[in-house]
């Protein structure tokens, strides 16, 4: 009832599944594009969604690039790999990416068969033009270099979290302005823009996944950084439990507060692209980061469970972001549901204060901001039974057609 309570979204929602119809339609016939769009999709619906704005030559290189990294993470990830096996993987990935033969089983579900089926991603990146390759095996390269120092390294500082989104956010940055680049379609931006454009994404993905990330088997990898956790209790794990839940989210509104840093960046990033379909990829996912950002701020249930925008509104976004004036609205609105959230008592109050208002304010003087009404919390009215009854037959039908 969520969704019909919420009639605004309903538009968006259908029009999501047409998308996606049209998406399982567009997958090239060849065994390996076909195993990685279809594969885009398990790992990542969402992206394969963004990923769709793009034209064939860009989205197919892009494509690759993701499955390529999202292949490095699942080793980087599995935790009952031996860092003597690890470590080498890590640091040789781009080799491997040259070579359909390589094969290295780990992982679990849609990622086990991703690495078990790495071959057809391989086949698909060795199809891509020199200049996509390249760009691929040099992030690839560095990050895997990245991912190997930290396996060893415990994230202290606020400094060290910085260098870990870096090779693990930043560098996709760099390696997406340099195939946004590589196209023609645009300038070469500045690498710390497109650092900054993988940072705010990683840190607040981070935040957001703290439950999932502190209860996993056989045993945990945390990145929230001892400087910040250590200001409210002993251990990190100690954050999850009900009898620590105030000095929990004063720690999760110091963690945002240090993510919202990068958001001007990221406006300043976006509002310098020139090509409408390298803008909405950009764009979609910085917007679903300051909304989750706005969601997670002085919010328990991080604590407690999965908190994530709901889909309804996830589909007005990827609907409705077209052009540089949406996304200073969306930012404005998000970063205004934040801000009213803030608890004059918490310790860094006036910081997030500061690093609100300033957001606000770049969007504000850009004089293009409209009225959007996302919302993140509060119930909407509810429809007559009758329209929602027709509303719901319609959906049901268009799943039916678009789901053949």
């Known amino acids: 009832m969520g969704v019909l309570s919420r009639p605004e979204e309903l538009p968006a929602l259908l029009r999501l599944k047409l998308a996606a119809g049209r998406i399982r339609r567009q997958i090239p016939p060849q065994e390996h594009w076909a195993f ?31 499955l390529v990294l999202r292949a490095l993470d699942t080793v980087e990830d599995d935790t009952a790999i031996p860092n003597e096996v690890k470590l080498p993987i890590l640091r040789d990935f781009y080799r491997h990416i040259y070579n359909p033969d390589w094969l290295f089983s780990c992982g679990a579900n849609d990622y086990r068969v991703l690495m078990d089926n790495f071959r057809q991603v391989s086949t698909a990146f060795l199809e891509l033009g020199e200049g996509y390759q390249k760009a691929i095996e040099e992030i690839t390269r560095r990050m895997g270099a990245g991912m190997a120092k930290f396996i ?35 300038d070469l931006a500045p690498d710390h823009l497109s650092n900054s454009m993988g940072l705010f994404l990683q840190k607040t993905n981070i935040i957001r996944d703290y439950l999932e990330d502190i209860n996993e088997i056989p045993r945990c990898r945390m990145f929230w950084p001892r400087e910040i956790w250590s200001k409210y209790v002993d251990k990190l794990e100690d954050l999850k439990y009900e009898e620590n839940s105030e000095k929990a989210v004063q720690c999760l509104n110091d963690m945002v507060t240090n993510a919202l840093i990068h958001a001007q960046d990221c406006l300043q ?27 997670c701020y002085n919010n328990v249930k991080v604590f407690r469970g999965v908190v994530k925008m709901r889909r309804g509104l996830t589909a007005r976004v990827i609907d409705e972001t077209k052009s540089i004036s949406d996304v200073y609205s969306a930012f404005y609105e998000f970063s205004s549901l934040l801000e009213s959230k803030i608890d004059d008592n918490d310790p860094n109050a006036a910081l997030t204060r500061r690093r609100v208002d300033a957001i606000k304010k770049t969007c504000k003087s850009s004089g293009l901001l409209k009225r959007r009404g996302y919302d993140v919390e509060k119930s909407m009215y509810r429809m007559p039974m009758l329209v929602m009854i027709v509303l719901l037959l319609v959906a049901i039908i268009l799943g039916v057609l678009y789901g053949k």
């Open 36 to 66: 990685a769009y279809d594969m885009l999709q398990r790992v990542s619906r969402s992206f394969a969604l963004v990923i769709q704005q793009l034209g064939p030559e860009l989205r197919n290189a892009v494509c690759v690039f993701y």
């Open 269 to 295: 990033y976006m509002s310098a692209l020139k090509d409408n379909s390298n803008f909405r990829f950009c764009a979609i996912p910085q917007i679903m980061a300051i909304g989750t950002c706005a969601i």
């Open 152 to 186: 060893c390294t415990e994230v202290e500082t606020i400094d060290d979290y910085d260098e870990y989104c870096h090779y693990v956010a930043g560098l996709v940055g760099y390696g997406l302005s340099r195939l946004f680049h590589a196209t023609g379609t645009e």
